[in-house]
Every structure is written in structure tokens, then in C-alpha cells.
């Protein structure tokens, strides 16, 4: 139930669930019913409530020749029994193609619009919220350009992406912001499983408010190694540094030890581990006043008991450090299992829980939530 806003890294384990036909039309509809502990997120006072779950989503999954574009609409409606000034719903509209230019050029193409809200709670949002949620529209347009094979000795890829967010309620709009990415990544194959990688990035984060003092250019560069050791392990470290100058002068310019890494591991066809670990930099909803380094850390299994139950589970904590001295730690862990009635109908039961520590008094949380849902599918191939 949580949106990544536009310019965030996601982060959470990726169990593929927008998978589908190579060419071809896929549709699914989950309805659920549901129960929130703490709909607020607030450390006294608690309040519960029950809530019904839609999520509707198509997949078009087409081309022409070597060449693949898919479009894409998938939405989440909540619905609370008792506060419904915390309903939302959230919609992502999203088109990307994979062009198969030469044996050794690949171009790559996406775009995506997002309207979405801010979760209560959520790293980096309000303190003292508004009585109902914040809402926002943002999108994302890149392309990157693939030199050379996965095969080959060497592959170079030049990235470009502009990405940006708008504020509906809540007077949020000094929060509003346009980024613009520059990434170049670099890889050398030593051997068929091993290989260097070597990756810079430049990126400009202009706001829209002049009162917001958070504009500021963020450069990285990243080394390391990537492999595929077997069939049954692959993954990617990389380690560097982060330089965020800001426009501002009162703002101080820094730089920062920066991280990426990501390992699989799959001891068996059935079963697979997924081992994750980045810094990322964020605003606070302050707007101007506070901005702060995330450092993720987290572990996903995905099982296969049979080829009817199968169960997706995933834990990460993630520290955010802010410049003004506040220091948050987030918890969260959640596990769900999916059991196949029929092809086209699932019953899934799910369940998350939250929490966050602070050195600001006052602000910490503990959240449980279950879901019980039905998701029906189809799949029709062209």
C-alpha cells in the first residue's frame, strides 16, 4: 500500500507482479477486505479501523519484429469503514519499448505518470498532518542507450531521465520539484560470470517555490563487481561517493560514503532470496528546512511450496539522518501467501507491520495491518 514517489529508488523486494504473456493482454482484479491498527500512525491515541481494498490493473504487451512496447494502468483504491477523510486512490498510467536496434545498440524508452498520496507516517512526510491525506501527481521520462551485448567484453550505457512531483492540497505546494538525472554506467566482463562496473551520475533538483532553499546539483560515482557465479547466485556490489551541492550558501555542501547493493540467491527452480542495501538522499515535507540521507537494509524470500501456495515475505530498516540532527529509524516487515483456487483465481492473505523510532519526542509508531483478498486474472495472448 505504499507509493514511491517520483525520483525515489525503489527498494522493497520485486516478486515480478507485473509479469505476463510475451505478447498479449493481461488484466487482473483484487478486492479485499482489510484491518489497520493504527490508521494514523501516531504514538498515543490510537485508532483503529477496517477497509476494503480494489486494485484494478491491464498489461499490453506488444511489438513488432525484435522490437517490445507494453502499456500499462494499475490502480489501488482504499476505502475506510469509519474515516473515510483517509480514503485515497492511487493510479499509475505507464509506456515503455524496448528497441532491438543492431546486434550491439539496444534503446530503451519509458514513461510514467503517477497520482499518488504521501502515507501517514511515510519516511520524510509530516509531522503535524493535515486532517486528510497529501496528495500529488508526478512523472518520469528517460531512456538509456545499451552499447554493446550482455555477451560482449564491454557494455556502456548513457542514461537520461527528467522526473518531477506536484502538490494538490494541503498548501504543499512549496514541495513541488523538477529533477533531471545524467548517468553514465561502464561494465568490463573479466570472465563469462564475473565483471567491473563503474557508474557516475549527475543530477539537478530545481523547485518551483523560490522560498525553498533545497535547489542543489547531487553527483555520484559508484565501482565495483557484478556476477554470476552460478545459476544459483548473482548480484551487484557497488560502493562510492555522494557530493550534493546546494544554491543556497547557508546550506553547507557535503559529501557522503554512497552504496548499492543488491544479491539473489536461489537454492532452488521453487525459491528464491533477495539481499538489498542502498543510500539515497530525500526532502522532508518542511519544504526548504530539512533534507536527509535514507540508508536501506533489507532481506526477501519468495517460496514455492507448491504450484498452488506460494508465499512472498520481506523486512527492511531503513535510517534516515537528517541535516538538522533528527535521526529516524523505520521497521518494516510484511509476508503474504497466495494460494491458486482455480487459473484465473487467487486468494491471497497478507500481512505488514511498521514501526518508527525517533529522537524527536513524541512521534514514534507501531502499525499492524491484515488484508484477505480475492485476485481474479486473465491472460489472452496476440
Same mark, same amino acid.
Given at each position: 500500500?505504499?507509493?514511491?514517489?517520483? =525520483?525515489?529508488?525503489?527498494?522493497?523486494?520485486?516478486?515480478?507482479?507485473?509479469?505476463?504473456?510475451?505478447?498479449?493482454?493481461?488484466? %487482473?482484479?483484487?478486492?479485499?477486505?482489510?484491518?489497520?491498527?493504527?490508521?494514523?500512525?501516531?504514538?498515543?491515541?490510537?485508532? *483503529?479501523?477496517?477497509?476494503?481494498?480494489? /486494485?484494478?490493473?491491464?498489461?499490453?504487451?506488444?511489438?513488432?519484429?525484435?522490437?517490445?512496447?507494453?502499456?500499462?494502468?494499475? %490502480?489501488?483504491?482504499?476505502?475506510?469503514?469509519?474515516?473515510?477523510?483517509?480514503?485515497?486512490?492511487?493510479?499509475?498510467?505507464?509506456?515503455?519499448?524496448?528497441?532491438?536496434?543492431?546486434?550491439?545498440?539496444?534503446?530503451?524508452?519509458?514513461?510514467?505518470? /503517477?497520482?499518488?498520496?504521501?502515507?501517514?507516517?511515510?519516511?520524510?512526510? !509530516?509531522?503535524? !498532518?493535515?486532517?486528510?491525506?497529501?496528495?500529488?501527481?508526478?512523472?518520469?521520462?528517460?531512456?538509456?542507450?545499451?552499447?554493446?551485448?550482455?555477451?560482449?567484453?564491454?557494455?556502456?550505457?548513457?542514461?537520461?531521465?527528467?522526473?518531477?512531483?506536484?502538490? *494538490?492540497?494541503?498548501?504543499?505546494?512549496?514541495?513541488?520539484?523538477?529533477?533531471?538525472?545524467?548517468?553514465?554506467?561502464? /561494465?568490463?566482463?573479466?570472465?563469462? /560470470?564475473?565483471?567491473?562496473?563503474?557508474?557516475?551520475?549527475?543530477?539537478?533538483?530545481?523547485?518551483?517555490?523560490?522560498?525553498?532553499?533545497?535547489?542543489?546539483?547531487?553527483?555520484?560515482?559508484?565501482?565495483?563487481?557484478?556476477?554470476?557465479?552460478?545459476?544459483?547466485?548473482?548480484?551487484?556490489?557497488?560502493?562510492?561517493?555522494?557530493?550534493?551541492?546546494?544554491?543556497?550558501?547557508?546550506?553547507?555542501?557535503?559529501?557522503?560514503?554512497?552504496?548499492?547493493?543488491?544479491?539473489?540467491?536461489?537454492?532452488?527452480?521453487?525459491?528464491?532470496?533477495?539481499?538489498?542495501?542502498?543510500?539515497?538522499?530525500?526532502?522532508?515535507? %518542511?519544504?526548504?528546512? =530539512?533534507?536527509?540521507?535514507?540508508?536501506?537494509?533489507?532481506?526477501?524470500?519468495?517460496?514455492?511450496?507448491?504450484?498452488?501456495?506460494?508465499?512472498?515475505?520481506?523486512?527492511?530498516?531503513?535510517?534516515?539522518?537528517?541535516?538538522?540532527?533528527?535521526?529516524?529509524?523505520?521497521?518494516?516487515?510484511?509476508?503474504?501467501?497466495?494460494?491458486?483456487?482455480?487459473?484465473?483465481?487467487?486468494?491471497?492473505?497478507?500481512?505488514?507491520?511498521?514501526?518508527?523510532?525517533?529522537?524527536?519526542?513524541?512521534?514514534?509508531?507501531?502499525?499492524?495491518?491484515?488484508?484477505?483478498?480475492?485476485?481474479?486474472?486473465?491472460?489472452? =495472448?496476440?
Amino acid at each position: 500500500m505504499e507509493t514511491v514517489r517520483a =525520483g525515489e529508488k525503489v527498494v522493497a523486494y520485486d516478486v515480478g507482479n507485473e509479469s505476463g504473456p510475451l505478447r498479449g493482454i493481461t488484466l %487482473a482484479l483484487s478486492a479485499g477486505i482489510g484491518y489497520d491498527d493504527n490508521v494514523f500512525r501516531t504514538e498515543s491515541n490510537t485508532r *483503529d479501523d477496517f477497509f476494503w481494498s480494489v /486494485r484494478p490493473s491491464v498489461y499490453l504487451n506488444s511489438g513488432f519484429g525484435r522490437h517490445a512496447f507494453r502499456l500499462g494502468y494499475e %490502480a489501488v483504491l482504499i476505502r475506510y469503514t469509519e474515516f473515510d477523510n483517509q480514503d485515497y486512490t492511487d493510479q499509475r498510467v505507464l509506456a515503455d519499448a524496448a528497441l532491438d536496434l543492431t546486434r550491439k545498440l539496444n534503446l530503451n524508452l519509458i514513461g510514467e505518470l /503517477r497520482w499518488g498520496h504521501d502515507q501517514r507516517g511515510g519516511i520524510g512526510t !509530516c509531522l503535524v !498532518c493535515s486532517p486528510t491525506p497529501d496528495t500529488w501527481r508526478a512523472y518520469r521520462v528517460g531512456a538509456d542507450l545499451v552499447i554493446g551485448r550482455a555477451i560482449s567484453r564491454a557494455q556502456i550505457t548513457p542514461r537520461i531521465e527528467y522526473s518531477g512531483i506536484r502538490y *494538490d492540497n494541503n498548501g504543499q505546494s512549496f514541495r513541488d520539484f523538477d529533477r533531471q538525472d545524467y548517468r553514465l554506467r561502464g /561494465r568490463w566482463r573479466f570472465s563469462p /560470470r564475473l565483471s567491473a562496473i563503474a557508474e557516475g551520475g549527475y543530477a539537478t533538483v530545481d523547485h518551483l517555490d523560490p522560498n525553498n532553499d533545497l535547489d542543489r546539483t547531487e553527483a555520484t560515482l559508484l565501482g565495483g563487481v557484478g556476477w554470476e557465479a552460478t545459476a544459483k547466485t548473482s548480484g551487484e556490489i557497488l560502493i562510492g561517493t555522494l557530493v550534493q551541492e546546494f544554491d543556497n550558501p547557508a546550506e553547507a555542501s557535503s559529501t557522503h560514503f554512497n552504496w548499492d547493493v543488491r544479491v539473489h540467491w536461489a537454492p532452488k527452480p521453487y525459491s528464491k532470496v533477495t539481499l538489498f542495501t542502498s543510500r539515497r538522499t530525500q526532502e522532508d515535507a %518542511a519544504g526548504g528546512v =530539512g533534507h536527509f540521507l535514507a540508508d536501506t537494509f533489507g532481506i526477501g524470500w519468495r517460496h514455492a511450496f507448491t504450484e498452488r501456495l506460494v508465499t512472498d515475505s520481506n523486512v527492511d530498516y531503513t535510517l534516515a539522518k537528517y541535516s538538522t540532527g533528527r535521526q529516524d529509524g523505520y521497521l518494516a516487515f510484511q509476508v503474504g501467501l497466495t494460494y491458486k483456487l482455480v487459473r484465473w483465481l487467487d486468494f491471497g492473505a497478507h500481512y505488514r507491520y511498521l514501526n518508527r523510532r525517533s529522537n524527536i519526542p513524541g512521534i514514534n509508531y507501531d502499525d499492524n495491518m491484515i488484508l484477505l483478498k480475492l485476485t481474479a486474472g486473465l491472460e489472452h =495472448g496476440l
